[in-house]
């Protein structure tokens, strides 16, 4: 699967894909007729012929080159036994989402990090604040469980970036008796994709796990830019600390990292403004593919 996969990006295409028992999921960019390549040669493999996709575009390449993991799980929560293909919760399309979480019998729960939550997030919604998805089982059973402490109990309303965490935690849920599940299906991603933005109920962007950062309505490139120190998300507003660094580091990391750390830091974000003064990829880059088209 692995080199099948690798075979149809070719060099055009870059990106991330995870492969695991479960599934591929992932997000890919490159010139239109490449993504088509590759999209029809993932749907030719038995069982994907209904692949779930979400189109975007960006102004730029926003991955440095093409990569396929093999893992576990598609995304790791560390639980024996959870079948998210059997045991999922109910899906919800986006245009039945609003009216579920403004019931006010239900509990809207989100299942991301931390660090996702700040650049945005559906009002109202439970914010666990994990550092990892692997902390959501345990989050569940000291503090999740008594928010479900009611006479009668309300309906769980959870949802994620794409919609393949929400899968697992809902069949989380499940085995741990918890009846009335729902999850947001394709994620906020396609929530943002389907409705207008009069009509949203969503705050900020999402925070999407490639060099555009965020997206918001309309899946539309935002305004965060990506540490270079922590990896994580800042907003114009975090660029303003006198913490932050262009490249370096920022008030989340700043006291972490050591001075050499930062003159190292320093140092490559020197070279990979060099690079695009030249127009050519830094370091460590791939042969460009050029602007084009990406699928989650």
């Known amino acids: 699967m692995k080199s099948r996969l690798l075979d149809l990006c070719g060099e055009a295409v870059r990106g991330t894909l995870l492969v695991a028992h479960e599934g ?98 559906f009002e109202g919604a439970i914010q666990p604040v994990t550092r990892t998805f692997r902390d959501f089982p345990g989050w569940f ?49 396609k929530y943002l994709e389907t409705i207008p933005e009069a009509e949203s109920l969503w705050r900020g962007d999402c925070f999407v796990f490639d060099e555009r950062v965020a997206v918001g309505h309309g899946l539309k490139q935002g305004d965060h830019s990506l540490c270079r120190g922590c990896r994580m998300p800042v907003s114009p507003e975090g660029r303003l600390s006198p913490l932050y660094v262009e490249g370096v580091c920022c008030d989340r990391c700043h006291d972490a990292r050591s001075e050499a750390q930062r003159q190292g830091y320093a140092e490559r974000q020197k070279q990979m403004e060099i690079a695009a003064r030249r127009g050519v990829d830094h370091v460590g880059a791939t042969p460009s593919a050029g602007k084009g088209r990406d699928a989650d």
């Not at 926003?62 to 024996?80: D, H, S």
């Not at 009611?150 to 989380?172: D, L, Q, S």
């Not at 499940?174 to 906020?188: A, C, F, R």
């Open 24 to 121: 591929i999921n992932g997000t890919i960019a490159g010139p239109a007729a490449d993504i088509v390549r590759v999209v029809d040669g993932v749907r030719a493999m038995p069982g994907f012929d209904r692949l779930e996709l979400k189109y975007s575009t960006a102004g730029t390449m926003p991955f440095y080159r093409m990569k396929v993991r093999l893992k576990a799980e598609i995304v790791t929560m560390g639980v024996t036994g959870i079948d998210p293909l059997r045991d999922a919760g109910t899906y919800v399309a986006p245009q039945d989402w609003n009216a579920l979480i403004s019931d006010p019998d239900t509990v809207v729960i989100d299942t991301r990090n931390d660090y996702e939550v700040d650049v945005g997030i």
């Open 141 to 189: 059973r000291t503090e999740g469980r008594a928010l479900l402490d009611r006479p009668n109990p309300p309906k769980v309303a959870m949802y994620c970036t794409g919609g393949i965490r929400c899968e697992k935690a809902t069949a989380f849920l499940k085995s741990e008796g918890v009846d009335q599940v729902y999850h947001l299906e394709g994620g906020i991603l």
